[in-house]
């Protein structure tokens, strides 16, 4: 019983977050999973109890991504979530390494993003869904799309993204 109610609480998070993110593959779409961060608080040295500069990391495990982009200027289809907007959603560009991806710093915020907005980004409405294209091609490597303005999940503020590979 304690298992069934550790899963459900792990998934939990992921059920409760209506957004729909795909990617333009051939003539179709196909939808980027949502994947949670792994975090580790790295300790830092102490002085008379009192602990000084611990360090957040956030991991994706894997070296790559699942959803591999067609090319440099990948075609998004967000479908943000009832009280979210598209403002809301940034990419951040991963740091790579053999068997996993990390963000370079822990706060979500002070990572290097470009905001889905109109100056970045050429979009249009579909339905519920918005339709977004880079103006400026990426570079390759890894890539998450994530809402700036999720609740953290956990103690150590995990965050639900959505990983994507350039190559």
Same mark, same amino acid.
């Given at each position: *019983?304690?298992k ?9 998070p ?13 003539? #179709?779409?196909? !939808?980027?999973?949502? $994947?949670?961060?792994?975090? $580790? ?10 602990? *000084? ?5 956030? =991991?994706?495990? #894997?070296?790559?991504?699942?959803? /591999? ?14 009280? !979210? ?8 560009? /991963? &740091?790579? =390494?053999?068997n =996993?991806? &990390? ?6 915020t002070?990572?290097? =993003? ?7 980004? !050429? ?15 990426? &570079?390759?490597? $890894?890539?998450?799309?994530?809402c700036l303005?999720? &609740?953290?999940?956990? !103690?150590? #503020? ?10």
């Amino acid at each position: *019983m304690k298992k069934i109610a550790c899963l459900f609480a792990l998934l939990l998070p992921l059920l409760l977050h209506a957004q729909k993110v795909e990617t333009a593959v051939g003539n #179709g779409w196909a !939808e980027i999973p949502a $994947e949670q961060t792994q975090s $580790e608080l790295k300790p830092g040295w102490k002085i008379v109890d009192y602990q *000084m500069k611990s360090r957040l990391t956030h =991991y994706l495990s #894997g070296g790559h991504a699942t959803q /591999l982009a067609d090319d440099d200027r990948p075609v998004l289809r967000v479908t943000p979530a009832p009280d !979210e907007v598209l403002a809301d959603y940034a990419l951040i560009r /991963l &740091k790579q =390494y053999k068997n =996993y991806r &990390k963000l370079p710093k822990a706060k979500i915020t002070d990572n290097p =993003y470009i905001r889905l907005d109109i100056n970045s980004f !050429e979009m249009h409405a579909e339905g519920d869904a918005f339709v977004c294209q880079p103006r400026s091609p990426l &570079k390759n490597g $890894e890539y998450i799309l994530v809402c700036l303005s999720q &609740k953290t999940i956990g !103690e150590l #503020g995990d965050l639900l993204v959505y990983p994507f590979c350039i190559r």
